[in-house]
């Protein structure tokens, strides 16, 4: 397919390269040119100085960006370059409300969108093993999954335009969750004098046992943040599932407590830490203690 991709970060960079390597004609987009290209230069693709021109003449855009605004901009500037018939996929994860109103104004031009946010972080999206929770017309997902599996080791239907994003809130509420229960663990072991690798193997291998454990237990323990997904991102991510409960009734007392955690996270200077640095702010408070 001849693809454009706009937003080569840390997780849109390689989910670009696995598509240039599985075939397909790639032209990459970013806010900052010089990533751009340099991410053409090492995968092979071709660099694009403008929306447009990466949109242009396209049968599918993918877009990995920030916000619900930077999807907007991009959606907005890439429909009139579009051929009939292309397909939107969003990557990013924003709020169902923007979901909805693009895959609407996509529909006006004669084009589908398809709210596809992800889970696996960038070890995820260099070794192409991500998960994607897919919201849109099934059609469209038909023809555009072959494609996403260049970079996916399972794509989920969820139903109709928002609830990609939807289930994305499902994701992250779980992963505040789980790892603010993890930096207590590890926190708890460490106050009580026992060895961190010890209580870990005697427990990791029965009911508490989780991916966030497996991955980031050592590294809690040795203080050591700098995994990828940042803590500015997570709250970004919060603040939209915070919002969606707002408006559906959903009660979500203990992710506004880990909201307000990674807020103390950010004021000691962690914005950059991922997200398993609420551990940091424990070890923090134990040394004022």
């Not at 997780?11 to 751009?36: C, I, W, Y």
């Not at 053409?40 to 660099?47: D, K, N, P």
């Not at 994860?93 to 996509?106: F, G, I, K, P, V």
């Not at 939807?166 to 603010?180: D, E, F, H, R, Y």
Request: hydrophobic fraction near 45%; glycine fraction near 12%.
């Amino acid at each position: 397919m001849k693809i454009g991709f706009a937003g080569l970060g840390v997780m849109g960079g390689p989910m670009a390269r696995h598509l240039v390597q599985a075939g397909h004609e790639v032209a990459g987009f970013n806010r900052t040119s010089d990533k751009a290209r340099a991410w053409a230069l090492a995968s092979g693709g071709r660099f694009a100085a403008t929306v447009a021109e990466a949109a242009a003449g396209a049968d599918l855009l993918i877009l990995c960006v920030g916000n619900d605004d930077d999807v907007r901009q991009v959606v907005t500037e890439a429909l009139p370059h579009l051929k009939a018939g292309a397909i939107i996929v969003d990557h990013t994860t924003t709020s169902a409300r923007a979901a909805r109103e693009m895959s609407a104004l996509a529909a006006m031009q004669g084009c589908d969108f398809i709210d596809a946010p992800v889970s696996g972080g960038q070890a995820g999206a260099e070794n192409g093993q991500l998960s994607v929770m897919v919201g849109g017309e099934a059609a469209a997902l038909d023809k555009a999954e072959p494609v996403l599996m260049a970079y996916s080791k399972a794509v989920k239907h969820m139903g109709a335009s928002g609830t990609g994003q939807l289930t994305k809130m499902v994701n992250q509420i779980a992963i505040a969750g789980v790892v603010q229960g993890l930096a207590e663990a590890v926190h708890f072991a460490q106050v009580a004098g026992l060895d961190t690798d010890a209580v870990y193997d005697a427990v990791s291998k029965g009911a508490a046992q989780s991916w966030q454990m497996d991955n980031r237990w050592k590294t809690m323990a040795e203080g050591r943040f700098d995994f990828g997904f940042a803590v500015d991102w997570m709250r970004k991510d919060l603040g939209l599932v915070l919002d969606e409960a707002r408006s559906n009734g959903a009660h979500l007392e203990l992710t506004a407590l880990v909201d307000r955690f990674y807020a103390e996270v950010q004021a000691m200077g962690g914005s950059r830490w991922d997200t398993s640095s609420l551990a940091a702010r424990l070890q923090a408070r134990n040394g004022r203690a």
